[in-house]
Each structure stands twice: as C-alpha cells, then as structure tokens.
C-alpha cells in the first residue's frame, strides 16, 4: 500500500484548524510534510512554529505565498516587493525553502504589462532569495483567475518566464487543479523538469459542477482531473518532491476536519 | 461615429424577448445582425422566422449552437450527431449560413478521448453541411468550461482541429470571453486567418469579480477584456464579419430589454 511519506498538506486545506491542531493530527496519521499558510503564523514567533513542526517531524514543504506584483502605482509595485522580501523573512526564520508565489493581476492594465512587472518582480528578490536560502516558485494559476489573482495562466508560460530569469532560486510550481486542462501540459511538464525549474506539484481535483470559483475544488477522484497521470509526468520530468493537498472548500471547511483529514488520506492512496 | 452595420446580436443575449421582439427592437436600433439561438425557434416554423428577420433587413449571421459531441456511449454520440444534422436542418430552413459548435465535455473520460470523437463528429457531418450549404464553427470555450462543456480550450488547439480536418465547411468562431488571457492569441488568431478558418468573431466582458461561472458576463467596457485590441488582430487576419454580442446575465435579464439595448449599442460604440 501506498504510503503517506510524500504526502504533504497546506494548512490552509483544513483552515479550522490552528497551525498547532494541524500539525498534531497530520503526524499523527504520518504524513510527511506540511505547507504553512501565513495566516497560519499570525500572532506567532514563527521561528518556534518551526520547531514545532520539526518536533512533530513534519518537514516544511513551503510557504503559501507570495506575489501579487502588478500594480499601476510604482509605489505599490514597491510594496508588494517589500511583502515578498517580508515572506522571504518569514520562510528563513519557519525553516521554509520554498515560496509558492501567486503573481497577481491588475484588471485595470493590459496582461503584457502585468507579466511584464511579475517578471520586473520576481527579479528584484533574487538577490533576497540567495541570500535567506529561500527559492520563488512561480505558480501558473488557472484562466479563470487572470482577471484579478494571476496573470500567469499557462505553464507554457511559467516555464517561458522561468527560463527568461534564468536563476537557480526561480523555478515553478505545477497544480493540476490550474492546469488539467491544458493540451500542452505533458510536454511543458518535460520542459520544466528539463530546466530544473520543477520546484512543487499540488494536487486536489475539478468538481463537475464546479459551484464557486475560488472555495469549491475537490478531493482527489472526485471530479475529472486524472492525477495519477499527471502525477506520472511530473515524476518522468525528474521531480521527487512532495505531493501537495491545496484545497479550497467552504463544504469541507464545515465538516469535521479529523473526518475530512481521514478522507483526504483515502483520497490520496486512491485517486493520486 | 460608429455605425451599427456591422454589429450583430445573439437571441440570447435579450433572452427575456421572443424572437419576433428581439427583431423589431433590433431593427429599430439599426442593427446590422442577428444569431438566432435554437431555444428561440420553438413552436415557430422556422423559414416563417427566417422570412420575418429578413423582413426586418436583419442579416441571419448563424444558429447557436450545435455540439456536445462526446459520450461514454457510442449510442448517445450516434444521437448527437443526429442532433446536429437536424440543426444543420433548422440552418438551412432559416437561411443561416454557420452554426457555432459547442463541442462538449463528458467528465467521465480523458480529454483526450472527447477531443477524438469531437473531431470525428465534425467530420461525420461534413456531407451533411455542404450538402445544405451550412458551414460550421468550433468555439474554443474558456478552460473553466473544460469539465462539462467544451474539451476545446484554447485557440490554438482549435485551429490544430481545424485544419485536421481541412475542410472548406469546417472553420473557427473566436469569441473574447473565452479566449482574452492567452499569452498566444494574436499569433493563433493571425493563424486562424491565413487557414480561412477565422469564421465568427463574439464579443462581451469579463467581469472582475465574477460572480457566477455561466451567468455574469459583462457589456462591452464593463471589465478586463481589452476588445478594441483583439478586434484590430481579427482585421488584421482579413475578417470582415460581424461583431457578435453574446451576453448570458443573470443581471441583464432582469433588467428591461428594451433598457439594456441601448446599453449595447453604446457600449458597442465606446468599447468595442
């Protein structure tokens, strides 16, 4: 049987719960790994959240997130930069290698220029990132999103924008909710693995009907995504990582979170 | 000023009107055209409506929607098939030229197999479509649509169909909804055009929020969608068409009709 070492969580995919619960009842089912959330972290020294987590030998996976770049003020290009070198801060003192960055969208400019100062951004933390340890993962975030959330929607083009920083603290973080659909999405996974730019791979899975836009994905198996397929491809593109449960769910938010952790366990020996 | 020659509605976007409203109110205006949406049809005999709109001086520019080709059984896709046959039908009856595909999604298999017997779908109907003179358009629908209603998702994998099936009666509606966040659009739409492929251009909004996946689509200028932009890249790839306002809202159906089209046709003259 499948084991539970790869697996890791997001704190936010059992939100009741404080970091302190989650990290209790994850060890105690044997998963492997854990993604902190900063919400997660309010009100906490965050270097003792470390070794909290280390004391439930969980290993922290990353740190959701960074991002939202664009912007039509300079002035608040500047501080969403000085956020991310705050995030970068928080990720050194938790023990965090990796930021998952969700790059952000201005409805307000076109798309190119919103790239255009994602890019701008990301470059400007390099130096940061080096010099905490912490790598960026650029996360390609569904279509639906590129109005407000993301204007990065494709892993084409994550992959084409990772390749154009060109550094080894930048790489991409590959979520099959975002990019099930994508008929590219074998041979972008391979180029991304290829460039050593394959950094995290998220899992949960698209409900049929999918009633909310943000806080309504699915347990792994029950919608149409075939994990085990892509899951496949990322591992043929040379990745070993962690299998990351993100899920957003007002439905399973309500439930019993011991209940729902006992599915999302099922979930993943089965449908991942 | 921007005349209105050019500019065609779709039935449903005045849902709340029969199509016999939706005529006069549209001639009145001095729209240039009309795409008539089969639900309109019902309990009419359909060349009657053809010789009303033409009455009008409306331009009959298509019959929405044929499609949904894929199914887990041989039997259900044998009977969308039949479907599109009698739509090709109700084309030739009313004396519109295309029908725009909305070629389907069946959850329960790979996107991959949906996206093969949409292919042979289409192709099972060429005869039929030339044989009425109807031709037909694949509408590469927006990724969020990718569980249940469209396995084509972007522009360039509608054109690769396309010209598989290399034939004259066989090209591509490009609509802005769906299409607007591809990094790719102009060069698949300047590819579109060289294939005499570029068969039908829609336009309306998205909307930042949006509220409901289906039912908020915005009027021209009402969100992110910059359409002046994609309407200048279908000129530049030699479409002379009409400019297809095609809005499902909740909002503006609720919203007196006759109120909410002098609404389009301003903002079809500011934003468009």
Redesign the interface.
Known sequence: MKDLRKLCIHTITTKPWSIEEAAEHYATMGVGGITVWRDALEGRKISQVGDMLRKHQLDIVSLCRGGFFPAVSAQKRQAAIEDNKKAIEEAAALGAPLIVLVCGAE??Q???TS?KQIREGIEALIPYAESHQVKLAIEPL???Y???RSAV??L??ANDMAEMIDSPWVGIAVDVYHL?????LHSEIMRCGRNNHLFAFHICD?????ED?LLDRGLMGE??I?IP?IRGWVEEAGFEGYHEVEIFSKRYWQMDQQVFLTKIKEAYIQYS
């Not at 099930?180 to 590219?184: A, F, P, R, S, V």
């Open positions: 409805p307000a076109s798309l190119a790239r569904h279509p639906m590129a109005g407000d929607n494709s084409s083009q099930w659909w994508d008929d590219t698209w409900k049929v009907p999918t836009m919608g149409c075939n397929e």
